[in-house]
Structure formats: structure tokens, C-alpha cells
């Protein structure tokens, strides 16, 4: 299916995501996505985005902080349900620990584990493709964010490429590679994880970002060509949760 032509958002897009080499199995040995004029993603802070707020996110600031159709523009609308290849690609095994948790971290949609406290999420269905995306706000302690990020940084060397079962799709051979984000939040981690099997490949790339004791997850998947805005509306969901953590301090 041709996919039409990137989306126009409402603020400027980042320059086009480009897939470097990945290398082979060895340690240490990972692939890496980078985007032109975006810091590479890591769990190190960087300067605080903003002074964290003395109280912890309410449910009602987190549903207020999520994205809504018109921050990702006309391609975007309300998800339809679970994608199709949630339960046919994502819901698969492998004898490798590590890489394990990773792949019931990307079905359940948890990278950050289950929430604990405050969370709201939104899904938005591709209406001209096959992507679906998903944004989270949730309310975590901020060493538990790192030490998630940590490991979620540790994934392109310790499962750089290996092999899992699916019941439906038959086996999938599965790359990890970095996924550069934009300089956004406290300390920040992506992933692109792709599967390719015999009759199609999933590509799924989460962005993981941390505001303190907040966190935003974004989480894209696609069978098609993965989509181009997913850093602008990443910056736009950090955007608005400082909005919603400020109009809070203004109140106070």
C-alpha cells in the first residue's frame, strides 16, 4: 500500500528519521537510528526542563496532558481498537531473558513496568495506513524512571538481533536499535524494534521521556513505513504536560 505523503502538524517537523546500518549479533555490536538535529537518547539527564512540582499528578492532569487529534494532524484519528498485529506479532516468545521482558513490555505497552499512580493514555489509528500510536502520562518516582531507562538503554547491546515465536505469524526475527530523540525532559530513552517475518515486517518504535516525577511513552507501530512525525509529536507531549504542571504552580 502507498503511503501518502508526511503529515503536516501544526508546529514544524523534525528533519526525516534515517535507518543507519545495524550491525550483527555481537555484544555491543547494535544498530542505531539517529534524526538529523536530535540529541541521541539516553537515560542521562540533562538540564531539568522544568522545577517538579511539590505535589504528584492528579488523574485528572494526566488526561488533560494527552495528545488529541488536532496536535497530530488530518492523517491521525481515534483508534479503532488493538491493531491487528498486537496480538499477531507482539504476543511471541524467545529463550533469551532479557529480550523477553522486552517483548511483554511492548505488548502490554508498559516499558515503564505498571503504572502505580496517576496514568491516562490515548490511541489514535493511521487513517491512510496501517500505524497505530499510543500516548501515556503517568505519574512514577523518578529513580524508578531512571532505573527503567536504564535498562531500556542496555536493549540494543544485550538483544541487538534475536529470533521469537508467535502463535500467529510464525517466527519473527527481531533487530534493537537506539531511536534518537529530541532534547526534551530530564533523561529520555528510544527504542525501534522490527520484526520481519515471512509475509510482512512490524516496525514499533517507543519514546520514553522524564519531567521530574512524570513520565510521557509514546509508542508508534506500523507493517508500513514508519511514520515521520513522531519526534514533533513527542515534543508536543512533553509540551503539554509542562503546560498542564505550570497552569498548576500559576493556581497554587
Known sequence: MLRPPARVLLAPVLTVVALLTAAACAPGQAGRVTEAA??????????PAFASPASALTQEQAQKALLTEADLGPAWGPTQGAATWRDGVLKA???????????????????LGAPSGAHAVVAFDDRYGEAQLRHQVLALRAEDVDRALAWLGTLPRTCPRFTATTTRSGVQNVQVMDLALPDVGDARQGLRVTFTGV??????????????????????????????DTAESLRRGVDRLMEVRNQERLQA
Not at 517507543?206 to 521530574?212: D, E, H, I, M, S
Open 199 to 228: 509475509s510482512a515486517a512490524l516496525t514499533v518504535d517507543v519514546a520514553v521521556v522524564r519531567l521530574g516525577d512524570d513520565a510521557v511513552v509514546l509508542t508508534t507501530g506500523t507493517l508500513g513505513t514508519p511514520p515521520e
Open 93 to 111: 516468545w524467545t529463550e533469551m531473558p532479557e529480550c523477553q521482558r522486552l517483548l511483554e513490555a511492548l505488548y502490554t505497552d508498559e516499558p
Open 38 to 47: 536530535a540529541s541521541p537518547s539516553a537515560a542521562r539527564p540533562s538540564a
